[in-house]
């Protein structure tokens, strides 16, 4: 039974600090301004050879009129109560405050075992908070530094004690059952878009609980959270990305740092899935992003959301072809779905396209096959001619998958023109199967051994 840690504490105490330490990424957004986690983040943390789930949560306050700040405090109880233990931090150079009073208060009620740490320890700057957090009655606190790794030699070994009582048990929570499977089995689904598409709506929707928070204004989700589903058997790791606005529109530090970490998001995704909004279908930055996440090689799906407010959905779907028709052309064959995810009509048809384009993205092409189809397609459109004397297409191989990748070899291979390279890649994606996935057409010249220089 894998340890499972809460990190709890008023805000900007550091729990995102000791987050990124314990799970050594830098995946939690890390900034002074109070209040930056929002969701819930999990993560698979180490320290030596113990391991554990953890996670990072929203800082909790006394909130009682706020929408937004009651769904955070509702997400940190959640992760509190599935925890096997909590970290309760509080900042040492600031020192015990009625806010942590508050919390201890609070916190002491509920079932879940807790630890005190005092953080921003480093050298003498934590002693008045140290002395200050016995009075919360937690026991002796732990005093540590997230930002340099300072202290954790003595959270290990009170962590480690915790470990070996819990593992005998065989029943696990809902949150560790996650880390049963190998992360690298997932596949890695990033649903991306411009602010307030509906992108925590429709993941909420999709596996069918409040995972994520959700409101009426723009820019409620600010890390990427990962969420582990399952569906029809298949581990799935959904992760809903920072709305995506216009370069020139980011002028503060916070909104940067998220929409980079959507784009790692992007990197490090298998299968994109772009979230428009149907009364505002492919403006300039839903292409933008389109564009980048093929560049990057991602599989790419298409989801117009909000279709049920849409009165004349003809035209719409008129717009839509031609926009890709005119600025996508280099990725034909995109599945495109019109759906709610407030009502949920046509969120069915997401994950089956989802399996079939990967698939696809994962394809492989037997070399027999591919020279079969070179040779066919050379002949119905011949390459053109170079100086008088035809461009021979030699031979064409599969260099890889993820996405599609051939290597063809030809008598002037720097000399193809631009566009007898684009057919042949809307003819690879039309006969081979390939639709809606980028391909990569690499063009090789053939060595001559009786040319010097060549052998």
Not at 159 to 185: G, V
Not at 375 to 401: K, V
Request: charge should be positive; hydrophobic fraction near 35%.
């Amino acid at each position: 039974m894998l340890l499972s840690i809460a990190v709890v504490g008023r805000p900007n105490v550091g729990k995102s600090t000791l987050f990124n330490r314990l799970t050594h990424s830098h995946h939690a957004i890390v900034d002074n301004t109070p209040g930056v986690t929002r969701d819930r983040r999990e993560g698979k943390g180490k320290i030596s050879d113990l391991e554990f789930s953890i996670f990072d949560t929203a800082g909790l306050e006394n909130h009682t009129n706020d929408d937004l700040k009651l769904s955070m405090q509702k997400q940190t109880e959640i992760a509190f109560d599935n925890a096997t233990i909590a970290l309760l931090l509080i900042d040492g150079r600031v020192g015990v405050t009625p806010m942590d009073r508050f919390l201890a208060k609070t916190l002491r009620t509920r079932k879940t075992p807790i630890i005190l740490v005092v953080n921003k320890c480093e050298g003498n700057a934590g002693e008045g908070g140290i002395s200050e957090a016995y009075s919360l009655g937690f026991g002796t606190p732990i005093p540590i530094s997230a930002e340099h790794g300072g202290g954790l030699e003595e959270l290990y070994i009170i962590l480690k004690k915790e470990s070996l009582k819990i593992k005998h048990r065989t029943e696990m929570t809902t949150n560790q059952t996650a880390y049963q499977h190998p992360e690298k089995s997932a596949l890695k689904l990033a649903i991306v878009g411009r602010p307030n598409v509906g992108k925590s709506t429709m993941i909420n929707k999709i596996i069918g609980q409040n995972r994520l928070l959700v409101g009426p204004e723009s820019g409620v989700t600010r890390d990427s959270i990962s969420v582990f589903w399952e569906f029809e058997g298949r581990l799935v790791r959904l992760v809903d990305t920072a709305g995506m606005r216009k370069k020139a529109r980011i002028k503060e530090k916070l909104e940067y740092l998220s929409v980079g970490d959507t784009l790692r998001s992007i990197r490090f995704a298998e299968v994109v899935v772009l979230v428009l909004n149907a009364n505002e279908v492919f403006d300039k930055q839903d292409l933008t992003i389109a564009r980048h996440i093929i560049e990057e090689g991602r599989a790419l799906i298409i989801a117009i959301n909000k279709w049920d407010i849409v009165e004349d959905k003809k035209k719409v779907i008129q717009r839509i072809e031609a926009k890709l028709e005119t600025s996508l052309p280099q990725i034909r064959g995109i599945k495109v779905i019109t759906c709610s995810a407030k009502t949920g009509n046509g969120l069915n048809q997401i994950m089956p396209s989802i399996l079939k384009t990967y698939t696809s993205w994962n394809q492989r092409i037997a070399t027999g096959i591919l020279n079969r189809w070179l040779f066919t397609t050379t002949e119905a459109h011949p390459p053109p001619l170079l100086s008088g004397r035809r461009i021979r297409l030699r031979y064409i191989t599969q260099s890889g998958s993820r996405p599609p990748t051939f290597v063809l070899f030809s008598s002037k291979g720097d000399k193809l023109p631009e566009s007898y390279c684009r057919y042949l890649i809307n003819r690879l994606r039309t006969d081979l199967e390939l639709p809606g996935v980028p391909i990569r057409l690499h063009i090789r010249k053939g060595t001559n051994p009786y040319v010097e220089g060549e052998k």
